[in-house]
């Protein structure tokens, strides 16, 4: 199963951090869900945070952004999914 996580402009950094991180060790992948430039900000350094995290163990990560269509209080909006991956 794919591992999901949303971020919003208010998310806790280092918690965001630390849940990649979590997942990264034990998966090969997960995704973010984003919508808005505060939510993107937030991801990007806590994607930034948890690779601190899990380079001295060895596990390098990279990024594929997309888009993909979510609903939000009955609207369609458009989101930013962030692929995280061990390279």
């Known amino acids: 199963m794919i591992q999901q996580i949303k971020v919003a402009s208010h998310s806790n950094v280092s918690n965001v951090a630390g849940a990649i991180s979590n997942i990264m060790r034990e998966q ?4 973010i869900s ?3 430039a ?3 900000n ?3 350094k806590a994607i930034a945070i948890a690779r601190g995290f899990l380079t001295p163990s060895g596990i390098e990560i990279c ?11 009955g609207k369609q909006k458009t ?3 962030l ?3 061990k390279k």
């Open 28 to 31: 090969n992948y997960l995704e």
């Open 34 to 36: 984003i919508v808005g």
């Open 38 to 40: 505060g939510s993107l």
């Open 42 to 44: 937030q991801a990007i």
């Open 63 to 73: 990024i594929i952004p997309s888009f993909k269509e979510i609903l939000i209080d």
């Open 79 to 81: 989101a930013i999914k």
């Open 83 to 85: 692929r995280v991956e």
